[in-house]
């Protein structure tokens, strides 16, 4: 067998992740698969180049050698495959913008802005519980961006060489209980006030389940924890059979409250990813203003902002106002959390000239 860039990909994701299953998680592949991939690997190298274990993979020292030379030529071969690709979209007179998310209610309107403003553009989406599957697609050029969230305290795998921009710096995460909840009639809902209800959240979101139980145990409390997707939680949350943490821009519906916790005790960070900051420059506008129209549509989540006095986003529909949590700009990242930054507070979106085959921003 030779050696191809797949492989060396095999082997970067393996080094990142630490573990053979959520190596195989992030490269779409079962973990019988990336286990024999490997094997074969180091046959065809003729030397371990990880160390397997019941706490995860570590690579041995030459595996070590194999990475520090494996990880230029994944991130170089990527940058090849993205210029050849926009150099033959505009040859074409198109261009298919292959983007992923996280659940987000501001994803839709996104995406009628980027259509909207430059019709040669097709953005193709893909959705994705894992935040950390969706940047290293980005990093190996299997998608061009990723709007993705960061739970505090979880830090996100973030690939070397990706340009990262930080929407929100800090997004208060809410409960979602029924209506007829006797916390329900209550602005804010203290956790003292959910002791004895369970909780359903879903663990294959990267960081909510640790998220969650650290905040729970901080607080003293050990309710029950269940396991399930977010559309059954809301379900049963309607019910009176959970609660559940949800984002401040979930659509209110009638069978259910949604309402911020005392204190905020839960809180993530909203990131968009690319390869290059030109690319973060083309498309960032359009979701910072899908962002604060979803924003601006949730009432519980409006209460919040002009309660505390945060300017997040304007105080009404319309109408002048201030926000914060915007990031600066562009932030080239490697390894590790993103420095912290304080929130900015500005006015109104400033007028933004139209960029050459693009329409007027609405």
């Known amino acids: 067998m030779e050696l191809e860039v797949r492989h060396l990909r095999v082997l970067c994701a393996i080094a990142d992740t630490g573990s053979l299953h959520k190596a195989a998680r992030e490269l779409g592949m079962t973990q019988p698969s990336l286990s024999t991939q490997l094997r074969r690997i180091e046959s065809t190298l003729g030397a371990q180049l990880f160390v397997r274990a019941r706490t995860g993979c570590r690579p041995t020292p030459l595996g070590l050698v194999v990475l520090s030379r494996a990880r230029p030529l994944v991130a170089e071969f990527a940058a090849i495959v993205t210029e050849a690709r926009a150099a033959a979209a505009r040859s074409a007179g198109g261009f298919r913008l292959r983007i992923g998310a996280t659940a987000s209610r501001a994803v839709p309107g996104w995406l009628s802005r980027l259509r909207s403003r430059s019709p040669r553009l097709e953005p193709a989406l893909q959705m994705n519980v894992s935040a950390n599957s969706l940047l290293a697609m980005v990093a190996s050029s299997r998608l061009d961006m990723a709007f993705v969230h960061e739970v505090e305290g979880s830090p996100l795998r973030i690939p070397p060489g990706l340009a990262m921009r930080v929407l929100v710096e800090r997004e208060p995460q809410f409960v979602t209980l029924s209506a007829d909840h006797p916390a329900a009639s209550r602005r804010q809902v203290r956790l003292a006030e959910l002791a004895g209800d369970r909780w359903m959240v879903d663990s294959t979101v990267d960081g909510e389940w640790d998220g969650l139980s650290r905040v729970l145990r ?9 396991h399930g997707d977010y559309l059954s939680a809301y379900s049963l949350a309607a019910i009176g059979e959970v609660v559940t943490v ?30 290059s900051e030109a690319e973060l420059d083309e498309v960032y506008p359009a979701l910072e203003e899908a962002y604060w129209d979803v924003a601006r549509q949730a009432p519980a989540y409006l209460e919040w902002l002009e309660r505390t006095g945060s300017p997040l986003a304007r105080t009404a529909p319309g109408t002048p106002g201030t926000w914060v949590g915007l990031g600066p700009g562009p932030t080239p990242h490697g390894h590790g959390p993103l420095p912290d930054r304080s929130p900015v507070t500005c006015g109104p979106p400033p007028a933004r000239p139209d960029r050459p085959g693009s329409r007027g921003r609405r």
């Open 218 to 226: 901080a607080a003293g409390l050990e309710p029950e924890l269940l």
């Open 246 to 275: 949800s984002q401040p821009t979930a659509h209110p519906r009638p069978e259910l409250a949604i309402r911020p916790l005392e204190g905020d005790p839960i809180g993530v960070r909203l990131l968009l990813a690319a390869r």
